[in-house]
């Protein structure tokens, strides 16, 4: 007999749009009816999702990268169902589990120089935790953030995001946060010679837009925080377990931080999780003496479920070598995007590393798609990049996602466990795509022209 949700999920199948225009994120609704996004997604099964149609999706969104070891990951499923089955006493508080205990000394196996670990219920929290913990152990107040840098929007994170849109209408916003633009060291520098500065909070690649680090930019800055005496938290909540190619981005400029940020895959996409390994004397500054125990802390973060997810994850990474596949395809795809950048004007640049991969787009060198492509970025920047994630969606069944605010990026994060034959689907797709933008008119054209149309309503603010 089906259980009470499975007859909920049979029974009101199709209402969660209307349920959301009603109760939820109204404008939510509005993008993806006005893109054309709108599924009745049924089941999820590894790099692929599957609507009430029948058709198979190929998710390069993969949650926003929490879905690393693939959706659904039967021995991540498995691990769960041990906690459920076997009712385990979580969260007794005046206690410490033996999970938390096992996760916590898998991770630190992975992060060499870092020697505690702090869990969190989401990337926010291990960030607001992270900063915390460098103000204590410090005694300084100032954050050094990156320009288009991304930690979260909780209030402390939303103080060291850069993007105004995020922190526009919030404030105030939390005081002694200073941007400075990622890849400038000079400048870096600058921000932390008053020797104030608590922490550098960076991504080793940044997110929203997929920046790269110049090879320099990450040894040189941990070196400048090491001179003026400021933590460098590594933001590895995206970059982290094994995306980028390594198991921590850092890896790649064989930086050591003293704070390495995590969530997302920790927990296969399955539970809220987030944590913070940090270096002991950082820690134990902040938990200095037994009244201090609970300073920092949250009810459900160490729960029996992220904890067992956490330790199945991390042994799938391991068993199936998903970081080399991160390594190997991850290069393979990007070296083709290159290959196809020297056919195709509008396609400027190939950004990434691993399974975090960017198409950045730009204009072209054609006097007819000059004027298209005007007309496009004088509409709302950025606008292009819809008419290649739309029709890769619509036509070939590949979620993707535009990587930033008015910026021409288009970017695949994809789950870790990708085969050949899905690059060979995204790459054929992609071609297909962006080889039709080339034509200067056609549907995709049109698509763009409706677009832009929104654009247009919405700052005129009649939409
Ligand atoms: C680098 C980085 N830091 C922090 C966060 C925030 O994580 P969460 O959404 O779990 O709060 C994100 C989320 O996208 C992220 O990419």
Not at 44 to 64: K, N, S
Not at 371 to 392: D, F
């Amino acid at each position: 007999m089906a259980g009470f949700i499975q007859e909920l999920l049979e029974k009101r199948a199709g209402e969660q749009f209307p349920l959301h225009e009603a109760h939820l994120n109204t404008q939510m609704v509005r993008v993806l009816r006005t893109i054309g996004f709108e599924r009745n997604y049924v089941e999820a099964r590894e790099q692929y999702l599957f609507d009430a149609a029948g058709d198979r999706y190929l998710d390069l969104l993969a949650g926003f990268g929490a879905f690393a070891v693939g959706r659904n990951h039967p021995k991540v499923v498995a691990a769960l169902r041990e906690v459920l089955d076997a009712d385990l006493p979580s969260l007794v508080q005046m206690d410490v589990s033996l999970l938390s205990g096992l996760l916590a000394e898998e991770v630190l196996a992975t992060t060499p120089g870092l020697d505690k670990v702090f869990f969190a219920n989401s990337g926010a929290e291990a960030v607001e935790a992270a900063l915390k913990f460098a103000r204590y152990a410090t005694r300084r107040s100032g954050v050094v953030y990156c320009d288009r840098g991304y930690h979260g929007l909780t209030f402390g994170a939303l103080s060291a995001n850069g993007d105004d849109i995020f922190q526009d209408g919030f404030g105030p916003l939390l005081p002694g946060f200073a941007r400075v633009p990622f890849n400038d060291l000079e400048a870096l520098e600058r921000a932390l010679a008053g020797r104030d500065v608590a922490a550098f909070v960076v991504e080793p690649i940044q997110g929203h837009g997929v920046f790269m680090p110049d090879a320099d930019y990450l040894p040189e800055a941990a070196r400048l925080c090491r001179k003026y005496g400021t933590l460098f938290i590594a933001d590895e909540i995206q970059t982290g377990l094994g995306r980028t190619g390594k198991m921590w981005a850092v890896e790649h400029w064989g930086v050591e931080p003293d704070m390495i940020t995590m969530a997302k895959a920790l927990s296969g996409g399955f539970v809220p999780v987030g944590a913070v390994a940090l270096r002991k004397d950082a820690f134990d500054a902040v938990f200095s003496n037994m009244v201090r125990a609970p300073v920092h802390g949250s009810t459900f973060a160490k729960n029996n479920l992220a904890m067992a997810a956490g330790l199945a994850t991390l042994r799938v990474l391991r068993e199936e070598d998903l970081v080399g596949n991160a390594a190997r395809l991850g290069e393979s795809i990007l070296q083709r995007f290159r290959d196809m950048a020297t056919e195709f004007e509008f396609l400027h640049e190939v950004r990434g590393k691993g399974m975090m991969q960017a198409l950045v787009f730009g204009p072209p060198k054609s006097t007819k798609l000059k004027i298209s492509w005007k007309l496009l970025e004088a509409a709302q920047p950025g606008l292009y990049c819809q008419m290649i994630t739309i029709p890769l969606f619509k036509k070939h069944r590949i979620l993707s996602q535009t990587a930033g605010h008015g910026i021409n990026v288009v970017k695949f994060l994809p789950p870790l466990t990708l085969t050949e034959s899905d690059a060979d689907w995204l790459l054929g797709s992609v071609r297909e795509v962006v080889a039709d933008t080339h034509r200067g008119t056609g549907a995709v054209w049109d698509l763009g022209k409706t677009l832009a149309g929104h654009a247009l309503k919405i700052r005129g603010g009649r939409s």
